[in-house]
Nanobody, 120 residues
Framework: QVQLVESGGDLVQSGGSLRISCVASGISFSIYDGGWYRRTPGKPGNQRELIARIFSGGTTNYADAVKGRFTISRDNAKNTLYLQMNNLKPDDTAVYYC???????????WGQGTQVTVSS
């Protein structure tokens, strides 16, 4: 059974930093592309927004809203995905979800989410 478990969400002040983690089990972690999404309550459409991706080969890309402030990384030995968030803003307040995706088998696994709240 595949499980993705996020942790590290917290309440932080504007300008602060936070690192959230996602530990995977029951999956060949290293062959999957990793991603972090977030969902902001009250945002029109209430959609989950892709903010960072790291491919199995290590290439990364970011949404414009977080570029230069957030860093996605992975530790294949620990089956863990990370998101380092610096210079946090109140607009970053959201539930953050990790994903592992395989385009080859058209499968995406999701974590349960972790709450990040940034106070002004």
């Amino acid at each position: 059974q595949v499980q993705l478990v996020e942790s590290g969400g917290d309440l932080v002040q504007s300008g602060g930093s936070l690192r959230i983690s996602c530990v995977a089990s029951g999956i060949s972690f290293s062959i999957y592309d990793g991603g972090w999404y977030r969902r902001t309550p009250g945002k029109p459409g209430n959609q989950r927004e892709l903010i960072a991706r790291i491919f199995s080969g290590g290439t990364t890309n970011y949404a414009d809203a977080v570029k230069g402030r957030f860093t996605i990384s992975r530790d294949n030995a620990k089956n863990t995905l990370y998101l380092q968030m610096n210079n946090l803003k109140p607009d970053d307040t959201a539930v953050y979800y990790c994903t592992l995706q395989s385009t080859a088998i058209r499968t995406t696994y999701w974590g349960q989410g972790t709450q990040v709240t940034v106070s002004s």
